[in-house]
């Protein structure tokens, strides 16, 4: 059975005394740094030299360090910046300024399941890891809720490593909603899969398929938009809500006969297969591998090319005009 806790198995007096640096200030990291420190943690952040993340730091009421200053001054050192640029800050900013006894957090475990850090034996390595992007966090924590989180324990040197990273996510706001326990292993490699194969691309995959089928039939492009893109928020509202069972009692009988006897024609057995190779490529760190090389090798430019594809595509030409006719005063993409 799966552990779980909630705010009043957590003593956020643990780690009172305290500091943590949150290093990164981008949408995890101003969020989660505003949440700690309204609720009473000890928070400064480190961040490189007057950028622009420095300035907004400042002005939401931080006490701003360079990240090395940072480092040495911190108990906790909670690393917020991307995956791909973490092994580097660590070992050229972090690492020589680590005392024994110090925490290692994360909010992704990434880093430390494929050894892109291989941290000193002398810390804890721990994970908090909100299970939303950091603006819903904020604006979950000012609702005075929060959001769920994961958290996990790789090393405890002092101890109190559990302590320390269930105080920080009731910190958060989390525990409000309720915190699970997982790994770093279990963390990265199912985050990599919902990402990949269903969140970000299976679903981008789905809808481009299902708009080019009712295109190529004959059907008007804004009336494929609606149906295969629009519409979607509102049955994922549903899901979100309700769950599967609860989104079908909700829509129209059709759909929900429809839906049920013809969905597995878009997505059965080969869409599966399809499924186990991401896994397998993710357990077997082929996937981690591949990414860093292309962003070593290209930088951004690794994802530009599939984004330029992805703009030529007939449904983003349509659907930016379709957006702008239902939010006429927004910037849109």
Partial sequence: MIRKWYDSDINIDEIKNEKIAVIGYGNQGQAQSNNMKDSGLNIIVGLRKDGESWKKAEADGHKVYEIEKAAEIADIVHILVPDVIQSDIY???IAPNLKEGNALSFSHGA??????IMPLKSVDVIMIAPKSPGQRVREVYLENFGTPALVAVEMDFSGRALKRVLAMAKGVGCSKAGILETTFKEEVETDFFGEQVDLCGGVDQLIRNS???LVEAGYAPEIAYFECLHELKLIVDLIQRYGIGGMYRRVSETARYGGLTRGSYAVGGASKEGMRKALKEIQSGEFAEEWI???????KQAFDKYMDELKQHPIEQVGLTLRKMMWPNKELE
Avoid: Q, R
């Fill in 91 to 93: 070992t050229d900013k």
């Fill in 111 to 116: 880093a430390i399941h494929w050894k892109w």
């Fill in 211 to 213: 708009f080019d089928t």
């Fill in 293 to 299: 090389d292309a962003y070593k090798k290209e930088g």
